[in-house]
């Protein structure tokens, strides 16, 4: 599947944040904010997010139109904070990390990058650093698209093997996406990696 970005980021503009970035952000805590990564950051939303709340943020999205739209909205307070890389997932160059927020975007990193793209965001954890993203399950509508990855529960435990599991939720349920109905097979986590690993 070749998504049309643009007219979802218009079909979108102007939404909250997605209530995983709450999550993440609670499970980091009080201590002050780091670097973040947002993986597919898209229109921004939650990159602008994070920035309001300290974080220097490199915002990880192969669309020219989201790196176009986060130039244009970012807080002109905020823009020293910003990094942007027009690149797909799998391609990110990755700072040493204290948050990680993919939102329903790693699903659509090829399968045969996918093991060696999580391997190096596990890599780039800092101890202690917070891990949160939206997996699609085998369920999905979307599940027998060769372009994407799919993961069930057991191998989204195995992902997290060595961490922290803070949440860890799934649900199915129908409903819709910008391209039409659509049967949702999520699998979604928050995650820490341990001090002393």
Do not use: C
Request: zero cysteines; glycine letters at 8%.
């Amino acid at each position: 599947m070749v998504p049309d970005w643009p007219s979802f980021y218009e079909a979108t503009k102007g939404r909250e944040p997605r209530p995983l970035l709450p999550r993440a952000l609670a499970a980091w805590g009080d201590r002050p904010a780091g670097v973040a990564v947002d993986l597919g950051a898209g229109d921004g939303t939650e990159t602008f997010a994070l920035l309001a709340a300290g974080w220097h943020v490199s915002a990880v999205d192969s669309s020219p139109a989201a790196a176009s739209l986060m130039r244009e909205r970012v807080a002109p307070a905020h823009a020293a904070n910003l990094e942007i890389q027009t690149v797909p997932i799998e391609a990110a160059t990755l700072p040493a990390i204290d948050l990680v927020y993919a939102g329903y975007s790693l699903p659509f990193v090829p399968p045969a990058a996918f093991p060696a793209t999580w391997t190096r965001i596990r890599g780039a954890l800092r101890p202690g650093a917070i891990v949160a993203a939206n997996l699609f399950g085998p369920h999905d509508t979307w599940a027998d698209d060769p372009t994407m990855n799919f993961q069930d529960r057991g191998a989204v435990e195995g992902l997290l093997d060595g961490l922290d599991v803070i949440d860890l939720q799934e649900s199915e349920e129908d409903g819709s996406a910008v391209t039409g109905p659509k049967h949702w097979h999520v699998i979604e986590f928050v995650a820490r990696r341990p001090t002393d690993g």
